[in-house]
């Protein structure tokens, strides 16, 4: 039998070592796969007229895709096309790094997703309790 120990506030050093292990086998399966310090996180801001933030995208570009992780518009600025306009500005920036695809998950902006091209190919239900969380997809290209 194993003895098993619980570390509810890991410290620093011991997330990075369980990481390193998980790259390093990762890495023999993928020889070329590339080090979390290549990923590239990145935010886009929307600005109004008196400089203030009334929307942004948190993003990361690593592995060949780029991963939405937060999308925020302020209340004034909804139904506008502003999160259209920052998602597509991450896009960009992710297909000039090399993605290849994005991927997210929502509650529910699902609609909002759909309409620019993304398509579910997960559901977790309960996460909270009560609500569905999709897991959502879309190839990039290159704009021509």
Known sequence: MKNFELVESPSVDAVSELT???????????????PESDDKV??????????????SILANCYWDGLEIDTLWIA???RGKGLGAELVEQAELYGIKH????TFLKTMDAKPFYEKLGYEVYGV???RPIG?????????LQAKM
Not at 20 to 34: K, W
Not at 42 to 49: G, H, I, P
Not at 131 to 139: D, E, I, V
Request: net charge positive; no cysteine; glycine share 4%.
């Open 20 to 34: 390193r292990r998980l790259f390093l086998y990762n890495q023999s399966q993928v020889p070329n796969l590339r």
């Open 42 to 55: 990145f935010m886009v801001n929307a600005l109004d007229r008196s400089e203030h933030v009334v929307g």
């Open 75 to 77: 209340a004034s600025e």
């Open 98 to 101: 090399g993605a290849v695809i």
């Open 124 to 126: 977790l239900e309960d």
């Open 131 to 139: 609500t569905l969380l999709y897991h959502m997809k879309k190839r």
